[in-house]
T-cell receptor, first 112, second 114 residues
Framework: EADIYQTPRYLVIGTGKKITLECSQT?????MYWYQQDPGMELHLIHY???????EKGDLSSESTVSRIRTEHFPLTLESARPSHTSQYLC???????????FGPGTRLTVL | KNQVEQSPQSLIILEGKNCTLQ??????????LRWYKQDTGRGPVSLTI?????NTKSNGRYTATLDADTKQSSLHITASQLSDSASYIC?????????????FGRGTQLTVWP
């Protein structure tokens, strides 16, 4: 059982609000990822990090930003949410020596 | 273009029956292939991971096969249970970049009826 947590699980907010999606893992994994997934569609990588103070953009362009100040914490921030940001956001992590990624439960975001 | 295609898109079977899900990919250079199970509203959970040299791997009632020559994989579920109802996602990793990026299929939605 993977120890990776995401909060909130569900979030409904109005357009223009600033939001932060939290992701934490207690496994000491170096690598962490954020994916975006729409219903019935594949996961798309939007951000990743290989360690503290390391962040990179993924394949899918996103207006969100991330930070990695601590190994266990990888929050994602949207400065001004829009309806087009409505989606499920999944956080994942893995140690450098093993490729299997462990996923959190996800945050389902709805922007009205 | 690197792609992962899964079939069928959805499948309904009766409890206790077996089923096989298919995955075809064009990812190159190939590194590994993973099968994940994703329950509704949850994050994916890893079932199996196979490298180029492996052509079968089991995890309980789940058996994955890999044919790296034809770039095909299958996931066989034996004696299905109601709890097997989920989306099964095929993921292929490449080794052509430092990231070792992953390519995700759209998943097969499996429903097991009593």
């Amino acid at each position: 059982e993977a120890d990776i947590y995401q909060t909130p699980r569900y979030l409904v907010i109005g357009t223009g609000k600033k939001i932060t999606l939290e992701c934490s893992q207690t496994m000491g994994h170096d690598k962490m990822y954020w994916y975006q997934q729409d219903p019935g569609m594949e996961l798309h990588l939007i951000h990743y990090s290989y360690g503290v103070n390391s962040t990179e953009k993924g394949d899918l362009s996103s207006e969100s930003t991330v930070s990695r100040i601590r190994t266990e914490h990888f929050p994602l921030t949207l400065e001004s949410a829009r309806p087009s940001h409505t989606s499920q956001y999944l956080c994942a992590s893995n140690p450098s020596e093993r490729p299997t990624q462990y996923f959190g439960p996800g945050t389902r975001l709805t922007v009205l | 273009k690197n792609q992962v295609e899964q079939s069928p898109q959805s499948l309904i079977i009766l409890e206790g029956k077996n089923c096989t899900l298919q995955c075809n990919y064009t990812v190159s250079p190939f590194s590994n292939l993973r099968w994940y199970k994703q329950d509704t509203g949850r994050g994916p959970v890893s079932l199996t991971i196979m490298t180029f040299s492996e052509n079968t791997k089991s995890n309980g009632r789940y058996t994955a096969t890999l044919d790296a020559d034809t770039k095909q994989s299958s996931l066989h579920i034996t004696a299905s249970q109601l709890s097997d109802s989920a989306s099964y996602i095929c993921v292929v990793g490449d080794r052509g970049s430092t990231l070792g990026r992953l390519y995700f299929g759209r998943g097969t939605q499996l429903t097991v009826w009593p």
